[in-house]
């Protein structure tokens, strides 16, 4: 990791510092109770702190990170946007889509993002601008543009 990313891994342990894990029948978004990829997810990240799951299981559920109650999300995204820093293209370059992806349009996500506070914003608005400007991301791009026109960012 560059220093960079070093500086943007510690700012997202700083603002998500005091998330905990909820419990595991609030894991998941009421809609996605009956998807067997969502409940393997459920099973995965029960109980763990997001520092505990491990780059593997991220990239295993990436794609389930939209079956994420609005707790869950607050508790277990902080996990993926450091995951989404690494330099291993394979990983976390699929990683980093499925992240940016989770973040908007807002009418999608307005419930998960709004159980963030003003600092855990502000920490993913950074995450979003290193993904734009070092990693040439054009839809992180576009979700920071959304967020810098919306109530959610303020």
């Known amino acids: 990791m560059s220093l960079e990313t070093l500086q943007l891994a510690a700012a997202i342990g700083v603002a998500f510092a005091d998330v905990r894990p909820p419990t595991k029948e609030h894991v998941l978004h009421p809609g996605y109770a009956t998807s067997e990829d969502a409940l393997e997810l459920r099973e995965t990240f029960d109980a763990r702190h997001w520092l505990d799951l491990m780059p593997a299981a991220l ?27 690494g330099d291993d293209e394979g990983t976390a ?52 543009a959304s967020w810098s026109d919306s109530a959610i960012h303020r």
């Open 59 to 85: 990239f295993r559920h990436r794609e389930m990170l939209v079956a994420l109650s609005g707790d869950a999300y607050r508790s277990f995204i902080a996990a993926y946007l450091v995951a989404a820093l």
């Open 93 to 144: 370059g699929d990683l980093r889509h499925y992240l940016v992806t989770s973040l908007g349009p807002l009418g999608e996500s307005a419930e998960r993002l709004s159980r963030l506070d003003a600092r855990q914003r502000e920490t993913i608005g950074r995450v979003l601008r290193y993904l734009a400007e070092q990693r040439s991301m054009t839809l992180a791009a576009e979700r920071l």
